[in-house]
């Protein structure tokens, strides 16, 4: 049974910084392209940045860029978003999502096959 469960998400000032976590099980991690998503309620789910499966690639959405990055730990079988100058509209549940096909670039929820559940990050004073 694939699990994805993301870790990490709360209550941060703007201007602030923070990291989610997503914990993978049942799925071979190592050969599986990484991403985080976000959403707001009552709008579409957003790419926010992925990682291929080597680590070695990164995409990130133009908001993210500059401000997320996107890492993985193989060993322990965890994807990481590191979040900085954090802004009221980062506001949103953010969920992580694996691609088994060894494809990258995807930017679609389509394109991606196992979720978690999403951790709520949220930005305010």
């Known amino acids: 049974q694939v699990q994805l469960v993301e870790s990490g998400g709360r209550l941060v000032q703007p201007g602030g910084s923070l990291r989610v976590s997503c914990a993978v099980s049942g799925l071979t991690f190592t050969t599986a392209t990484m991403a985080w998503f976000r959403q707001d309620p009552g709008k579409e789910r957003e790419f926010v940045a992925s990682?291929?499966?080597?680590?070695?690639?990164?995409d990130y959405s133009d908001s993210a860029r500059g401000r997320f990055t996107i890492s993985r730990d193989d060993a322990k079988n965890t994807a990481y978003l590191q979040m900085t100058s954090l802004k009221p509209e980062d506001t949103a549940v953010y969920y992580c999502a694996a691609d088994t096909t060894k494809h990258f670039g995807a930017r679609l929820p389509a394109e991606y096959d196992y979720w978690g559940q999403g951790t709520q990050v949220t930005v305010s004073s």
């Open positions: 990682i291929s499966w080597s680590g070695r690639t990164s």
